[in-house]
């Protein structure tokens, strides 16, 4: 290996490592707050990516008809909690009703507008009206239930919504991979690299967007009462902080960070319908070594997941995968080895 291919390789390293470094964080984020091993993560990387080409292709994606369907099944179990309480007539139908104009309007407008003529940036913006919802639903109907329930359960019940998401991805998209068009065919040449324009787009995005973060925690009220959530749910909840809304904000923030992700990577890479379980798991791999706790630990372990995964694949493309897995042993051995036993809440 040259100097020059290593610059090659680093470059790929950089860009994969971006979209990781984002996963990582949404999954520290995640577990710091709800105590949830968020394995769906990868899905709306996948959802994202392929509601975005089909809108490319002027045809509605069938991820608006979920939308709508699971805010549906909100509004009914919303009616029934209502109604067990005797409060159906005052608030039960009202919620219901707040549940189900969101999606309606979105419903609406991807129904009306010509799809196949809107600019990219609309289209974002459309993908991210229709995808992102999803996550605070998911948390409404899958987790909110059972919030105080143990980890190990949790991480169960986030598998079960993992391969039920999968499955869905297989109806809704196909067994087909696809590729949306790039945001920019500009490249940039510095010394022997040649940098695309989507590459720039990918790492510029993931900064802005941890930048982002970092001001949401470190000046937001929100940003605030979520990391006193993180801390202390107990606390947090005595000083007037929702857990329910605390979880729903995480889970807004997770779907908000995958499905970018999922945008940004599809001109790049091809996506399946399951492409987004690999992509979460090495985000996933970047948030053990942060420790599920350390958000600047996680964005480095994401990088160095990035540049390991880009050298493997040129050392031994067929053990590429393993190698960049492997690298979660040394460090649990590490963390058990150092870290002392605390008895959970």
């Known amino acids: 290996m040259d100097f020059q291919i290593a610059l090659f390789l680093a470059q790929d390293g950089i860009t994969g490592g971006a979209i990781y470094a984002l996963l990582a964080l949404a999954l520290v984020l995640v577990f710091s707050v709800t105590r949830v091993i968020f394995i769906p993560q990868g899905e709306f990387v996948a959802f994202g990516a392929l509601t975005m080409a089909t809108l490319q292709a002027g045809q509605t994606p069938a991820t608006v008809w979920l939308l709508l369907g699971a805010s549906a099944v909100a509004a009914v179990i919303e009616l029934w ?29 991807t129904l009306a507008l010509p799809l196949a003529d809107l600019p990219n940036i609309v289209r974002v913006a459309l993908t991210l009206a229709i995808v992102v919802p999803l996550a605070p639903l998911m948390y409404r109907l899958a987790f909110q239930p059972i919030a105080e329930a143990p980890v190990l359960v949790l991480l169960i019940v986030a598998v079960a919504v993992h391969v039920a998401l999968v499955g869905m991805g297989l109806v809704f998209f196909g067994a087909e991979g696809t590729r949306t068009e790039a945001f920019s065919d500009a490249s940039i040449a510095i010394g022997p690299l040649d940098i695309s324009g989507q590459q720039i787009w990918v790492v510029a995005a993931s900064a802005a967007l941890i930048l982002a973060l970092w ?16 801390v202390n749910r107990n606390g947090a909840r005595l000083m007037g902080f929702s857990p329910v809304f605390a979880g729903k904000l995480t889970f807004l923030l997770a779907g908000l960070i995958g499905t970018l992700s999922g945008v940004l990577i599809a001109p790049i890479t091809t996506i399946y319908y399951d492409t987004g379980f690999l992509i979460g798991l090495k985000g996933f791999v970047a948030a053990i070594i942060g420790g599920l706790g350390s958000f600047p630990l996680a964005a480095a372990g994401a990088l ?21 897995f492997t690298l979660i042993i040394p460090v649990l051995l590490w963390r058990s080895l150092t870290s002392h036993h605390v008895e959970e809440e």
């Open 304 to 324: 160095l997941v990035g540049l390991l995964e880009s050298f493997a694949s040129f050392w031994a493309s067929a053990y590429k995968e393993v190698i960049v």
């Open 81 to 109: 909690r209502q109604g067990r309480r005797g409060s159906l007539a005052t608030t039960g139908w009202r919620d219901a009703a707040k549940l189900l104009l969101y999606p309606a309007a979105v419903v609406a407008l």
């Open 215 to 230: 001001r949401f925690f470190s000046a937001t009220l929100y940003g605030k009462a979520l990391r006193a959530t993180a």
